[in-house]
């Protein structure tokens, strides 16, 4: 069995229910068919590609020890600054395709301004 902790892990650990992963990441690359990795309570963002596959008998199985258990793909901004009046900035990586404020999805401010369909595949900005 292998141990993940977001909050008080460390991926140079071994995994160990006292010193436990800090990544699903890392369990996930030195799982084997089999194993069980226990998820600790936190918000866990990242992409997760098992090294190695289990089998019909013994899958390797990741599961939340308690809850909340969050794996989110998406990323905080940080950094924020003020620009003008309540008008706040920050950089982002391209391509950014979506923003969540309190676990809602927004629409992010953008020039130019546009009342399309939020994930249209094909906008026409004329």
């Known amino acids: 069995d292998y141990y993940v902790s977001a909050h008080t892990g460390d ?4 995994g160990t229910r006292g010193e436990p992963f800090q990544t699903i990441s890392k369990a996930a690359s030195v799982a084997e068919s089999g194993d069980v990795c226990h998820i600790r309570p936190g ?17 390797i199985r990741f599961v939340a020890a308690e809850d909340p258990v969050i794996v989110s793909g998406a990323e905080r901004l940080r950094d924020w600054q003020q620009w003008k009046n309540k ?6 990586e391209a ?12 629409r992010q401010a953008r020039w130019p301004n546009s009342d399309l369909a939020l994930m249209d595949p094909n906008p026409d900005y004329s």
């Open 11 to 14: 991926d140079a650990n071994p």
């Open 43 to 59: 918000i866990y963002r990242e992409t997760i590609r098992p090294a190695q596959s289990g089998t019909a008998a013994n899958p």
């Open 87 to 92: 008008i706040y900035q920050t950089d982002v």
């Open 95 to 106: 391509p950014f395709k979506q923003m969540f404020v309190d676990g809602k999805m927004v």
